[in-house]
């Protein structure tokens, strides 16, 4: 059997200062998005995903930001995931199906939570 990148796809919502963040039931943060099944386009996979996990119709062609590319020490893992960006005119109040907290995080907030500095300078040009 040979062995494939786990293929996710992230969208950084934002809402004037704010992104939207999850905070899932056992207390990680993550993004909306997920992963790209058999056959599928990206932006196909992160449509769906986005309905499934915030009820959300993304109607935009969105193009990735930022492409992060993982592959573990021992080789036994190899991640890929696709940034895309996507600004809203009005904020929306969404709710999650899947039970995950919805938070709206200033820049100083998500420095707190994520280590990589210069990708929060990213998503929040």
Do not use: C
Not at 23 to 38: I, Q, S, V
């Amino acid at each position: 059997m040979k062995k494939r990148p786990n293929v996710t796809q992230k969208l950084i919502l934002k809402y004037k200062d704010r992104i939207l963040m999850f905070r899932r039931k056992n207390g990680a943060y993550d993004f909306p998005g997920g992963r790209l099944e058999f056959l599928e386009s990206p932006l196909s996979a992160l449509k769906r995903e986005l309905k499934e996990e915030l009820n959300f119709d993304l109607k935009s062609e969105l193009r990735p930001f930022y492409v992060w590319n993982y592959v573990a020490k021992d080789k036994k893992r190899h991640s890929i995931m696709l940034y895309y960006r996507h600004r809203l005119k009005k904020k929306e109040s969404f709710a999650s199906p899947e039970g995950m907290k919805i938070l709206w995080l200033r820049k100083r907030e998500m420095n707190k939570i994520i280590l990589d500095k210069s990708f929060v300078d990213r998503i929040y040009e």
